[in-house]
């Protein structure tokens, strides 16, 4: 019997459709082709900390960090009895068809069901990029042997253990350390992946409420050519660049001085050469085809839908085989693909939407783009659309991001975007304007996009006249233009999606940012959009008209770390560690000795985390910690929160402690975590936290 294990309900009918005559089973589907049965994402889950030792369920700073010897799964409760019917029919099974999406979770969910039950069958793997009928038959005709996966498996596992790691042990660390400034009720979650995302939205609210705006200054010129006049910015020298009156930036920011230039350049003598004149042909290619990061930021841009939302959409258009793979890293297409683009272009063509039908009227399915690149694809390729026909009704946001998608994949088949552009440089009074030109030659994909607006202070894009090095031109006029420096934009999701895509942008190390350049970035496609929810479900962020602010609570947890979890340097380096471990370079092991070594120098740090005190907290005159009310054998008294560490203590008095009396320090061991079940705040921590 062939038996395909596929991630999902929704993907196991799919495929059990082509595979011919389903028969509805147990838990399963029965077609011509072999058993089709499902998991529902991960059925098995990493095991909470007292799994391990039962004196892990109460939270002691002198147990961490807690690190596994022989890491254990359990089956998550809510999915046994379908993880009992998988794995009856494994037993009787004589080939395993993997069905897993193809990415690096995809490849762990189904792989760990078959290594926790020890199976020694032949496992081949399909790789489901798309569910439309002729996706799902190429893909099954083309099996892959389940071992050529075993390095992506590698890289989940140590993803998945890192997680645990960092999360059960940081958040523990760090939840004790605010309760000695009196945080009795708050319980702080730390991720690998989420604290510096929260870190990102913390530090550009404090540089927008630092920010102190700047006026500067642009000089613009006039000049008259024989052949018509055109408009030039003064670009000064850089000797110049030098002076004080200039910013780090290169802004003239000295309003006096910038006033002395403007009277130089309205004086007598007002010749002019020009000192280049450059035509260079210029040549656009057309936009990639989308990864998943890439549709969020473009579907908040265009109509300012959340990453989820966009998420959502696409799996959805996915599940309804209009569009291919939803949650793709990718941005390139297989060649073997190009043969499908006439089929594709021509059910746009027919589409009964306006803006569908000219996508395609000019299209050309022999024009090859830059997206056709074996050599950039993995398991999974760009999203695009499928060659099944848009027949059915779409919701608003399903169409839009349809749209987005079919435009991305129709401009591969326009041609580039030509342009001449011309560079004029005007030597006057002994300093340079420069100007430059635009003249489109062939308007190509553009059909499609708007260019980019030009900036006002810069350059502008307008048709020069002819000339040529020597000409000699006339100053007209010169204007001062001030303009003000301007804080950075907030973060909207879809923009913080960005950011942590392009996370070398934000590291702190200057060689880190040079080396993390071309990293995938932090987090996954499928999991930054969950990550931004899960910030705001557990109120660390809100979210208003688009925006994203940070709550006092992140602040709090923000300011109480060290820059080595807030920063993304490292979590940005093991990202793209555990990338490179998915291609066969660098080994489980080593990466999680590293990640051993990380948390317990962090563990080692929250003993000295300082948290700004709570409101109505008594604090220890020894060492400055919040004291606890606690019931001894002689009556109630109050001990140190730092106990053992510190063992001060006073008795009660009227609900308070008695500082006026005797201060005396506690030799009797009690349990000062006795007090204490996470289980009793929200939000709780387990290891579903961090998957």
């Known amino acids: ?317 996915y599940e309804k085989k209009l569009t291919s793979y939803p949650r793709s890293d990718c941005e390139y297409l297989p060649t073997t693909q190009l043969k499908d683009a006439q089929n594709i272009l021509r059910n746009l063509s027919r589409s009964s939407n306006e803006s569908l039908k000219k996508l395609s009227a000019h299209a050309n399915p022999t024009i090859k783009s830059r997206a056709w690149n074996d050599k950039k694809i993995s398991a999974h390729h760009a999203i695009i659309p499928t060659q099944k026909p848009l027949n059915m009704q779409l919701s608003e946001i399903e169409f839009n991001i349809y749209n987005l998608i079919a435009k991305n994949y129709a401009v591969q088949f326009y041609p580039q975007h030509v342009y001449d552009e011309t560079v004029v440089n005007v030597k006057y009074k002994d300093e340079i304007f420069s100007a430059r030109g635009k003249v489109v030659k062939q308007l190509g994909w553009r059909e499609f996009y708007v260019a980019p607006k030009v900036k006002a202070d810069d350059e502008s894009e307008t048709l020069l006249p002819r000339m040529k090095i020597g000409d000699d031109v006339q100053h007209k006029k010169s204007e001062l233009k001030k303009s003000v420096t301007k804080p950075p934009e907030r973060f909207t999701s879809s923009s913080l999606v960005q950011g942590m895509k392009d996370i070398h942008k934000y590291v702190k190390n200057p060689e880190s940012k040079k080396q993390l350049k071309d990293v995938y970035g932090i987090g996954t496609e499928a999991t930054r959009a969950a990550i931004i929810e899960d910030l705001i479900k557990r109120g660390f962020l809100t979210f208003s008209k688009k925006i994203l602010h940070p709550t006092e609570r992140a602040y709090l947890l923000i300011d109480a770390l060290s820059d080595e979890m807030t920063y993304p340097d490292a979590t940005a380096i093991w990202e793209d560690k555990l990338h490179s471990m998915s291609e066969g370079d660098g080994t489980l092991e080593d990466f999680l000795a590293g990640q051993v070594k990380f948390t317990s120098k962090l563990v080692a740090a929250a003993s000295n985390a300082k948290f700004t005190e709570a409101e109505g907290v008594f604090k220890c005159p020894t060492c400055g910690s919040a004291l606890v009310k606690r019931s001894g054998k002689n009556g109630e008294f109050w001990g140190c929160r730092a106990y053992p560490k510190c063992r001060t203590s006073f008795d009660d008095k009227d609900g308070k402690p008695d500082f006026d009396g005797k201060k005396f320090l506690r030799t009797k061991n009690f349990d000062a975590s006795a007090d204490f079940n996470p289980a009793e705040f929200a939000p709780i921590i387990s290891s579903a936290d961090f998957k």
Not at 61 to 78: F, G, M, Q, R
Not at 132 to 150: G, P, Q, V, W, Y
Not at 165 to 184: C, E, F, K, V, W
């Open 1 to 317: 019997m062939r038996l395909y294990i596929a991630e999902k309900p929704s993907m196991a009918r799919e495929l059990a459709a082509v595979l011919k005559n389903p028969q509805k089973g147990n838990g399963c589907i029965n077609t011509s082709g072999g058993v089709v049965t499902w998991l529902f994402g991960h059925v098995l889950q990493q095991v909470e900390p007292e799994a391990y030792d039962p004196k892990y369920k109460q939270w002691r700073a002198e147990d961490l960090p807690i690190v596994p010897k022989t890491w254990k799964l359990e089956v998550n409760p809510s999915t046994v009895q379908q993880f009992q019917i998988v794995k009856n029919l494994i037993s009787k099974a004589d080939e395993i068809i993997h069905a897993g999406d193809p990415d690096r979770e995809g490849q762990l969910l189904v792989d760990e069901v078959l290594d926790f039950l020890g199976n020694k069958k032949p496992v081949r793997r399909i790789l489901l990029n798309a569910l439309d009928e002729t996706s799902i038959l190429r893909a099954n005709k083309n099996l892959r042997d389940n071992a050529e996966f075993f390095n992506l498996k590698q890289s989940a596992l140590a993803r998945s253990r890192a997680d645990w790691l960092i999360g059960m042990n940081l958040s523990r660390a760090y939840t004790l350390a605010a309760r000695r400034y009196g945080y009795d009720n708050l319980v702080l979650p730390i991720g690998r992946v989420k604290t510096p995302t929260l870190a990102l939205v913390v530090r550009r609210e404090r540089e927008i409420k630092n920010f102190k705006p700047v006026d500067f200054f642009n000089i613009r010129a006039t000049f008259e050519h024989e052949n018509g006049k055109f408009s030039a910015q003064f670009k000064p020298s850089k000797k110049m660049l030098e002076l004080k009156a200039f910013d780090a930036e290169g802004r003239l920011i000295d309003k006096k001085f910038a006033e002395e230039l403007l009277k130089k350049f309205s004086a007598a003598p007002l010749d002019g050469k020009i000192s280049l004149y450059q035509t260079t042909e210029k040549k656009e290619s057309q936009p990639l085809p989308f990864s998943l990061s890439r549709l969020q930021v473009a579907a908040g841009k265009a109509f300012g839908y959340t990453p989820q939302q966009v998420l959502d959409a696409a799996q959805s258009l």
